[in-house]
């Protein structure tokens, strides 16, 4: 079946602009998260979503952060005045949530955000 | 804040070699989850740990959970080139509740000379 799927692939946008960054996760799956990779790093937890409401968004580095996921599906990440430190890969990953137990993560390919 | 550690952050093999990477909570953990990022790829879902002192195979992988499910190892025997990547371990903490946030090493990042 299908997977997370992540779009755009890239971006690149200049200094001061608005981007967003969509993610389509698989179907059924009702947690979905959010993180940023930069080269050489782990992945670091943004933004975590139960169904439609953001169960823990500890992670957003400021207020120029947002996501929102209306319908309980997709899900988009907005950042406002972009600045170059916010290059990075961005990577979405969803999963069926449970209550009893953990269940793996699976992750989408990435958008790769470029500031100049 | 919880914290994960992971050593060695780099590993450089010839093929053939074993590879061990060690992942340590700075709190006792619900589970531990490893996953294997290849260059230029995102991280995939390996395996999951549960019980205190659990051990886990797959093929040439084994997979260890702490008696007090604090720390974690993978174990590679007789390392491929295909063996190449980012290993990740990451956990959720004991007392997150409904909250399903992993907590993240930051990878051991394996080379394999053919």
């Known amino acids: 079946g299908a997977g997370v799927s992540q779009t755009p692939s890239n971006k690149v946008t200049e200094k001061g602009k608005y981007v967003e960054l969509r993610c389509d996760p698989i179907?059924?799956?009702?947690?979905l998260y959010w993180y940023r990779q930069s080269l050489g790093q782990g992945p670091e937890f943004l933004i975590y979503f139960q169904g439609t409401g953001a169960a823990d968004d500890s992670g957003l580095p400021n207020d120029r952060f947002f996501a929102v996921r209306p319908e309980g599906s997709v899900s988009t990440l907005k950042i406002q005045r972009t600045e170059r430190g916010d290059s990075a890969m961005y990577l979405c990953?969803?999963?069926?949530?449970?209550?009893?137990?953990?269940?793996?993560?699976?992750f989408g390919p990435g958008t790769r955000l470029t500031v100049l | 804040g919880q914290q994960v550690m992971q050593i060695p952050q780099y590993q450089h093999v010839q093929e053939g070699e074993d590879f061990t990477t060690y992942c340590n909570s700075s709190?006792?953990?619900?589970?531990i989850q490893w996953y294997k990022q290849r260059p230029g790829g995102h991280p995939v879902f390996l395996i999951q740990?549960?019980?205190s002192g659990e051990v886990k195979k797959q093929k040439r992988l084994t997979f260890q959970f702490g008696e007090a499910k604090k720390n974690s190892s993978l174990h590679i025997t007789a390392t491929q080139t295909t063996d190449v990547g980012t290993y990740f371990c990451a956990g959720n903490g004991k007392n997150a509740g409904n909250n399903r946030k992993l907590i993240w090493g930051l990878g051991t990042s394996l080379a394999v000379n053919p």
């Open positions: 740990l549960v019980k």
């Open positions: 709190t006792t953990l619900s589970n």
């Open positions: 179907s059924g799956h009702t947690a």
């Open positions: 990953a969803s999963s069926p949530h449970s209550t009893s137990g953990y269940n793996e993560q699976f």
